[in-house]
């Protein structure tokens, strides 16, 4: 089967690497000409995961419209702040049978847009051809072929059954599922609270803090979800609690590095200075808080980080205003 992937980042990369390794024929687009040679060439990501060898099936484009023409199946892993303007690009290359599958975690910060519905708005394509990746997945761990497993979800099942035949293999497992909305907010919210993490262990703090923080993350993430449309029991599985885990804890999430500096006084542009790919839940904080105030959710721990990112409290302080909230039961959502 020929597949496009759409950004060549860590992610992506590791996305094109896995599919070319389970025998398909992938194209990768990159906008960085260096990252398209050396993948064709040296069969390495010069920018991404330089240090590790990529299937030689591989090939790579910077040319928009020849990925797009190259498959019906198309990968999106180009940030979420970015991809309108990617998408707006495609309006002319998009085939009657073509299904867009996003591994892009984030919401859009201007007008709080899901991919599905960027997807929809600038290509007019229906939630029955777009299907949603998310799950705890290092970009690094699955070019090494470290076990791994995700979901994969779409309105119409039958569209998720077939890709999870596609995708999965010795490498990745794959699960299928209905709840679009769920899988996407859960992949994006949960970034939120991995930069939470981050301070928390940027600030010295012990395992009791961080237990307690993924616990109550978790379920605020859940309780925003829900309000949206999605199912509670998608946040207790791998593109939940199963992403939350391995971004709050994994010594390779960016959101939580981005967090562990902002704890150890560094300042926010420094840290996105230094940078070379998108921590994508700096955008997302502000984003998640307007969302859930447009419907009036709670979202404390999210609060906090996004007051953080705008320089608006201190790590301190945040921590402090947390543990003094009004005291209440805890309870369902």
Partial sequence: MNISVFGSGSWGTALAHHMARHGHEVLAWAREEEVVREINERHHNALFLSDLE???GLRASADLEEVAAHSDIWIWVVPVQFSRKVLEGLTGSLRQ??????????????????????????LNLPPSRFCALSGPTFA?????????????ACPEISVAVRL????????????????LVGVELAGALKNVIAIAAGIVDGLGLGANTQAALMTRGLHEITRLGVALGAEADTFRGLAGMGDLVLTCT?????????GKRLGEGESLQAILGSMREVAE???????????????????????????????KASP???????????LREESEL
């Fill in 281 to 311: 839940g700096v955008r997302t904080a502000p984003a998640a808080t307007r969302l859930a105030s447009g419907i009036g959710v709670e979202l404390p721990i999210s609060d906090a980080v996004a007051r953080i990112l705008a320089g």
């Fill in 164 to 179: 999870q035949r596609e995708f999965s293999d010795g490498y990745l497992r794959c699960y299928a599922g209905r709840d």
């Fill in 97 to 122: 049978n073509v299904v867009i599958v996003s591994a892009s975690k984030g919401i859009e910060t201007h007008t709080l847009r899901r991919m599905d519905e960027l997807a929809w708005e600038v």
């Fill in 250 to 258: 994994g010594a390779l999430s960016r959101n939580r590095s981005v």
């Fill in 316 to 326: 301190g302080e945040a921590l402090e205003q947390l543990m003094r909230r009004e």
């Fill in 140 to 152: 690094r761990e699955v070019v090494l072929g470290f076990p791994s497993a995700a979901v994969l």
């Fill in 54 to 56: 990529l299937d030689p």
